[in-house]
């Protein structure tokens, strides 16, 4: 222990037990602060203080980690091994990646940053970044008196199939409510997307065909046929940006995305992530950071990683993790409204990275509109018409 620590702990009245008493201690203890491991901690607990752990979780006191719970990686958001699960976190100084991205996060419970005066010894440039409101709310879209329809922006979305209309749908409706002045749909799914929303500029032609759009959006329910994949290579030929998902993730060429002049966002979920960068679905959930980043620099795209953690990263700057949303998100549809969100900020005119930041805090927050304070079940549609009343909080 530290000696300085130590010595000032017993003045208070404290008193240190022998390793093999800890466990009954902690049994009966109301309150339990770990402080095993600080930030430097990598692999886990070692075996000696796992028992700690433990009996900590298994006990009926309010768990509090000092600056993180102990075994996680702060840098990175891993867990290798045995760690501290915290009902709450008190961390100092900064924001550590660890208490952001899951897995560590998720045993960090509520978390509280202390200011202790770092002040300018913090690195210009954080390693991670999360957005709050009044970030948000500087990059939305705003038209003007002399705005139109196509000085907004119009979208291209080339999504459905005669098996998978409905993300047609979806992803029609995500686009419809980020921010752009049209909407040109192109694809098998016209006719349920026209009976849903009839303002849809609708062609039947392969996309290079379908007319100016300002960016464009491929993949949701496409298949893997040839049409399919015609598709995806006429949408990323395209001199506009281009948000891939969904079918379109493994239909694409690598280098042609990485010749391309106008931006790229790639938007997987850890499964599809895994098949992009040929590493297990475990490894990509288990080290989320690393794999965010091995797609941007892969694809020399901007990379949204879906998931309990979303993460943006891109060629320069720090990642960004969303810090809104709910488990209830994890519903079918819903990354298919992400799509369309997202690909629509695109096509008003955000860069990559900011469109795929902002377009996943609003989808999050929609999400927690829509389930309510007390957390409900929402479907995907759901979602989508939340979009204003989340576009209209972050404003206000």
């Known amino acids: 222990a530290h000696r300085g620590g130590l010595a000032a702990l017993r003045a208070a009245g404290g008193r240190t037990v022998a390793p093999d008493g800890a466990g009954p201690a902690i049994g009966r203890a109301d309150l339990v602060l770990d402080g095993i491991v600080g930030i430097g901690g990598k692999g886990g607990l070692r075996p000696e203080a796992v028992p700690l752990a433990e009996a900590a979780q298994e006990s009926d006191a309010i768990v509090v980690a000092v600056d993180l719970p102990s075994g996680i990686d702060a840098d990175t958001g891993e867990v290798r091994g045995a760690a501290v699960r915290a009902d709450m976190t008190v961390t100092f100084g900064a924001y550590k990646p660890g208490l952001l991205i899951d897995p560590a996060a998720e045993y960090a419970g509520a978390l509280r940053l202390i200011d202790i005066g770092l002040g300018a010894t913090v690195p210009p440039e954080a390693e991670l970044e999360a957005l709050q409101h009044a970030d948000v709310a500087a990059l939305l879209p705003q038209p003007t008196g002399e ?20 993300a047609a749908v979806l992803a029609v409706a995500g686009a419809l409510r980020g921010g752009a002045g049209a909407v040109r749909y192109v694809g098998l799914g016209a006719e349920a ?70 931006e790229t966002v790639l938007t997987p979920h850890a499964g599809e992530a895994a098949a992009l960068l040929g590493v297990s679905r475990a490894e990509v959930e288990g080290a989320r950071l690393s794999c ?14 879906k998931g309990s953690t979303t993460l943006v990263a891109s060629s320069s700057g720090p990642v960004r993790v969303n810090p809104t949303g709910t488990p209830w998100l994890a519903t079918a549809g819903s990354g298919d409204i992400l799509s369309g969100l997202t690909g629509s900020l695109l096509a008003a005119g955000l860069a990559g990275r900011d469109a795929a930041s902002v377009g996943a805090y609003l989808h999050g927050l929609a999400a927690r509109i829509a389930s309510g304070a007390a957390g409900a079940p929402v479907s995907a549609l759901d979602v989508a018409f939340a979009v204003p009343d989340a576009w209209r909080d972050v404003r206000g």
């Open 193 to 262: 997307v026209l009976a849903r929303f009839p303002e849809t500029l609708v062609s039947v032609g392969p996309p290079r065909k379908a007319g100016r759009v300002q960016a464009w959006v491929v993949g949701p329910g496409l298949g893997d046929g040839a049409d399919a994949r015609q598709a995806v290579d006429d949408v990323l030929a395209s001199d506009v940006p281009v948000l891939v998902d969904a079918d379109g993730l493994r239909l694409l060429d690598r280098d042609l995305v990485r010749s391309r002049a106008a």
């Open 147 to 166: 705005s139109d329809k196509y000085r907004r922006g119009v979208i291209g979305v080339v999504a459905g199939s005669e098996r998978y209309p409905g």
């Open 292 to 305: 965010v980043r091995a797609l941007a620099e892969r694809f020399g795209a901007t990379a949204l990683l």
